[in-house]
Structures are given as C-alpha cells and as structure tokens.
C-alpha cells in the first residue's frame, strides 16, 4: 500500500509526510512539533471523513473518501477518485475567477490499480461559516441596507458561477462566508461536485437557485421577501436571461415535476 498524488509547489512535502503519518495514526492530538489535529469527523470505516489539522503557515482541511468494502474498490478502478475529479475542477474553477480555498494537495492510498481511499488537502479559509448558519444571524443585527447588500452578493456569487459555466450540484452547503472587516466574501467549496460547462443551459442556471429557495421559502428560514430580493437582483445582473421574479420562483419550485432534472442530475 502506498500514496501517490500531487502537491503544491507552495507546499513542503515534509509536511505531507507527516499527514499520511497523521493518517496512520488513530489517536489525536499531538503528532509532531508543528502538526497537530484540531478536529475529526469519522473514523477509516466511514466512507467520508474530516481532519482539521494545525501546521505551519497555517490549518489544513482534509477531506478523506474511503472505498469501504470491495465493491468500491472494483468501482473505482473505473472511474477517477473523489480527490482527481477536484483536481480537475478545482484549477479550473479558480482560474475562472471563482474564490476557493487554495489546494495543497491530493493523494491516492494504492495497492497497483485498486485505490482504497482519496484525500484532497485544502487551506482553511480563516473566521470563516457555511453561509446556512451565517446569514440569517448575521443579517438578524444589522441594518437594512446590509441585508441587501448581503443578497446582492449571493446574486453577484450565482452570477459568476453561471456566466463561468461552474455547475455546483450541491450549492447552498458548500458556500463559506466570511464576514471579517463588514464585507462580505463567499468561497466555493466541495468542488468535487462541480461541472464545468462552456456555457449554461437556462436549466443549470436554475439549478443555483434551488437550495436558496429551499432555505428562504420552503423552510422559512429566512422570508419570500428576500428571496424575491435575491431574484431582482441577480435578474439585474444577468442579461442573458429574460426571466421574472415569478419565472424563476416557478421552476424552483416545480422543479420536481421537470423531466429535465430526472435526466441530468
Ligand atoms: N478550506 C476550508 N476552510 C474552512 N472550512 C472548510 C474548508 N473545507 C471544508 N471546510 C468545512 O468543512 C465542512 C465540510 O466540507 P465539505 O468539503 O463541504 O465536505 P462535505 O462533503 O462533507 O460537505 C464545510 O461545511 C466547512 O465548514
Ligand atoms: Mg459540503
């Protein structure tokens, strides 16, 4: 059994040793000098887990994908792992101007062709919350014209994703939000869930506003009113859509009547 994979010409390989060593181990806590884990999600048993570890320059998520029996491993023989395909997208997301963290590495536990787990290593984004758990608090203290200002960046954010073809099959729980200084900055994450298109088809650039409607309408959680806000102003924004408020409200919410989905999702 061994790794193999690629890392950033930023990053130190040492460093990377030590992660695997991280990896080898079952207990927490202090490793090394300058490697510590903070955080852990999930045991090797588990099909995903999650490692927040300290290290020089500064904390590093690892996302870990485990073939958990033998099926999974056959399976992938086949098809590239979890940490390749966001290797693939990831470059290209950013280089189509999309904020994400900053890739550190990715590796492949092997034995020959059969891959048993994947690992993708990326920079943590400081002070940074899933915007499900951030917006309705942090509008809740502020003044009006911060929540709108707050929704025309949620717009501004669907809108690159759209007009760069980035498709997220999974968008409102991959979006981390940091607040610091009053402005608000969004990062995609999960990009191991991305497709990339040249361009949008009107369904894709629906397909963002779906877990948004869920959140603001169908859960209450936040109210129709900013979710109609969201729409105007991202209809503002996109000038290749001829859409309304309502157009967009309808597909989102009929969406599981549309036969379009069933066949491309
Ligand atoms: N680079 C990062 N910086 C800060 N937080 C991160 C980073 N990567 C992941 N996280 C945190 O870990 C959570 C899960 O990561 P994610 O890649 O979305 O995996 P999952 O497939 O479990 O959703 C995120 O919601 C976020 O809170
Ligand atoms: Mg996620």
């Not at 040492?14 to 852990?40: Q, S």
């Not at 470059?91 to 890739?103: C, T």
């Not at 610091?180 to 040249?198: E, H, P």
Request: charged residues 30%; positive net charge; hydrophobic residues 40%.
């Amino acid at each position: 059994m061994g790794y193999s994979g690629w890392v950033s010409d930023e990053f130190p390989e040492d460093t990377v040793r030590h992660v695997i060593g991280i990896m080898k181990e079952t207990g927490d806590g202090l490793l090394d000098g300058n490697i510590r884990v903070l955080k852990k999600t999930g045991t090797a048993n588990d099909r995903k887990q999650h490692l927040v570890i300290a290290a020089d320059g500064g904390n590093i998520h690892l996302k870990i994908f485990n073939n958990t029996g033998i099926a999974a491993v056959l399976k992938d023989i086949f098809r590239a792992s979890k940490a390749r395909k966001f290797y693939a997208s990831n470059f290209e997301i950013r280089k189509r101007g999309i904020p994400s963290p900053d890739a550190l590495f990715i590796l492949e536990k092997r034995m020959l062709f059969l891959k048993f787990s994947s690992i993708i290593a990326t920079r943590e984004i400081e002070e940074s919350t899933p915007f499900t758990g951030h917006y309705k608090a942090w509008v809740g203290t502020r003044p009006e014209k911060d929540r709108l200002n707050y929704i025309e960046e949620i717009a501004r954010f669907i809108f690159k994703l759209n007009s760069s073809g980035v498709c997220h099959a999974d968008l409102l729980g991959n979006i981390l939000v940091n607040a610091g200084g009053g402005r608000i900055r969004m990062y995609l994450i999960d990009n191991d869930a991305v497709k990339l298109f040249d361009n949008l088809t009107r369904f894709d650039y629906i397909k963002h506003f779906e877990g948004f409607y869920d959140y603001f309408v169908k859960k209450a959680a936040v109210s129709r009113e900013d979710w109609e806000t969201l729409c105007r102003e991202y209809l503002k924004m996109d000038k290749s859509v001829s859409d309304s408020v309502e157009g967009i409200t309808q597909h989102v919410a009929n969406r599981k009547n549309l036969l379009y989905y069933l066949k491309n999702y």
